[in-house]
């Protein structure tokens, strides 16, 4: 039996959705009946809105596609200026104020608060710039990713850049593509480094050499949601550009035709390659999804990669710093701490970049930002701004590796309080804990449930939120695991400690790096460790400790509408809301 989703979708789904989005913005907020809040809720993600969670009921987030991260001049001061009027809603973060812009680890931009009467205006500025929300969230195709300065970087392969944004065109509103059994993430990269991160996406093509052809090879299945990741599997196929619209929207197509529209859980291309395999994947696309002859795969760089590796090399592959590009000119990366901005800052950025660049800005798959175009004569110029003094191109080590999710300030599905609490990790990190000699690098990503937004399976230490008991008292906690990288060999962390009280884990890292120095051989890398460890062994090196760190985030979120109000039960709440952000009295 079809599950509830796919029976709201096939009543109503795609493009058709944005008129009934129109008129419920036109009517306001209670004019959505209330028993098809969930239905309703679930088709506006195809045009990137996301029902917050229990307590801001009538606030949504909205997320902005922008392919392969590539922002043009001038779309970066209206996403500014968006956040700064309209996502503002009646809580503060005591970190990042009450407007900011989220830069996401898909590459995309995500604003929080907004109100639905205030979706009209705000697609009308969005698409008089050329950007849009449609196919942001849903079921269909997500963002697409790769590396964020292709085009531009001076290594690169291949430029992946017209490949990312032909699929972009072909696919966005394709109504033939629009209602898949789920999500589908595309990964173009042509970079040597694979920041792309094809090993975790759905499809992945991938820089390969075929009898003096540069293109791609093709890899299905990737991903890390719930406690099921997958690395994507190579199906033996060799694309050269021209071809790559062709054959992604074969396994798109082979996709939408055999995924699992019955078990929502199992309805991702990873679990059909674990049933078919990939040799009748292959087959399949040939004999039914493409008209002309596949080719065999290309000699393939995977062998270079080194993004996000957890290795020792010879630099941070990050694309954080100054870099010099394929025209002479400079890209200069910024830490954007946890991927948060305020909508302030963003202006400024906005500024910045067509001040001392071309105006384009980029994201990165680590959420973090960058700055292109910028001649070597305008660099010191460029460095010297005082935006730079927070969005450091050179940050501590902790801090450039700091990844979170949204968490419970805004998401149904977190547990645990996100972004404020890796705020404080990397900062008590860096006062307190000493960076084992010869680590340049040092992930710690922290994602606040099992769907693994922060990506946390291929990070250094990863931290998964849970709920625990301390002093009788529920409390939020983190389960720990280890060793995580992409990379030329791609491996996941192994889980080693469970439902640590999140005040005591800056204590287990810094016991866990301390034990690491003590007992690695020679110089190293942390994951090279982690792999030569027992996972006994490695649980018995984290030792959760409390120290002078102090966590005001302790209290269990999910039972408060907002985690950082002062008054923040859910009977405290202001929600629903109308458009002025008056409260709607429950007897209205």
Avoid at 349 to 359: C, K, N, P, V
Avoid at 378 to 387: I, R
Avoid at 542 to 571: C, F, I, L, Q, S
Wanted: charged share 30%; net charge negative; aromatic share 8%.
């Amino acid at each position: 039996m079809p599950t509830d989703v796919e029976n709201w979708k096939s009543e109503v789904y795609g493009n058709e959705i944005r008129e009934h989005l129109m008129e419920f913005a036109e009517e306001g907020w209670e004019s959505i009946p209330e028993d098809e809040h969930d239905a309703w809720f679930e088709r506006f993600k195809w045009w990137g809105l996301y029902h917050q969670r229990n307590g801001q009921e009538s606030y949504f987030m909205m997320r902005i596609g922008t392919p392969n991260g590539v922002l043009t001049p001038g779309q970066t001061e209206v996403v500014a200026d968006i956040a700064d009027e309209y996502a503002r809603g009646p809580g503060e973060n005591p970190e990042f104020g009450d407007a900011y812009v989220d830069w996401t680890t898909r590459q995309s931009i995500q604003l929080h608060w907004i109100r639905l009467e205030d979706v009209p205006e705000i697609f009308e500025k969005l698409e008089a710039n050329g950007l849009s929300t449609q196919q942001a969230c849903g079921d269909s195709w997500r963002n697409i990713v790769g590396c964020p300065v292709a085009g531009k970087d001076s290594n690169e392969f291949v430029d992946a850049l017209p490949v990312a944004m032909d699929l972009n065109e072909t696919f966005k509103g394709n109504d033939d593509h629009a209602n898949l059994p789920r999500k589908w993430k595309v990964s173009v990269t042509g970079c040597e480094e694979g920041c792309g991160q094809g090993d975790i996406n759905d499809l992945a093509f991938e820089p390969a050499e075929k009898d003096g052809v540069k293109g791609f090879n093709v890899r299905v299945g990737g991903g890390l949601s719930r406690n099921e990741p997958r690395l994507a599997r190579s199906i033996d196929v060799f694309v050269p550009p021209e071809d790559a619209d062709a054959v992604a929207g074969g396994i798109s197509a082979l996709f939408n035709d055999h995924g699992d529209r019955e078990d929502r859980y199992n309805a991702r291309m990873k679990f059909l390659t674990d049933e078919w395999g990939t040799e009748k994947i292959r087959r399949v696309l040939q004999e039914d999804y493409v008209d002309f002859e596949l080719q065999t795969a290309g000699e393939d760089l995977r062998d270079e990669y080194t993004y996000n590796s957890g290795r020792n090399d010879d630099g941070h592959h990050d694309h954080v710093g100054v870099h010099e590009q394929n025209d002479g000119n400079y890209y200069v990366g910024l830490n954007v701490l946890v991927g948060r901005m305020g909508a302030d800052d963003t202006r400024e950025l906005a500024r910045i970049a067509d001040e001392y660049g071309s105006g384009e800005v980029r994201v990165t798959q680590r959420q973090n930002v960058i700055v292109t175009d910028v001649p070597e004569e305008d660099l010191d110029d460029l460095l010297a701004e005082d935006l730079l003094d927070t969005y450091e191109p050179d940050p501590h080590t902790f801090m450039r590796g700091s990844i979170a999710c949204t968490g419970t300030e805004f998401c149904s599905l977190s547990i645990v309080e996100t972004k404020n609490r890796q705020v404080r990790y990397a900062r008590w990190l860096k006062e307190n804990v000493e960076v084992p000699a010869g680590v340049e690098d040092f992930h710690i990503h922290l994602s606040g449930c099992t769907a693994s937004c922060a990506q946390p399976q291929i990070a250094d230490i990863s931290l998964r939120g849970m709920k625990t008991r301390k002093d009788g008292e529920p409390v939020e906690a983190l389960d720990i695991g280890l060793g995580g990288g992409l990379g030329a060999e791609p491996r996941f962390a192994e889980w080693v400690e469970q439902r640590v009280p999140a005040d005591e884990v800056p204590g287990a890292i810094e016991n866990l790096l301390a034990n690491f120095e003590e007992r690695r051989q020679g110089d190293e890398s942390f994951r090279d460790f982690v792999e030569r460890t027992d996972e006994e062994a490695l649980a018995e090196l984290v030792e959760p400790e409390e120290t002078d760190y102090e966590d005001p985030y302790m209290h269990n979120t999910k039972m408060t509408w907002y985690p950082y109000a002062d008054e923040d039960d859910m009977d405290d709440s202001p929600a629903p809301a109308r458009a002025d952000g008056s409260p709607i009295p429950s007897d209205d």
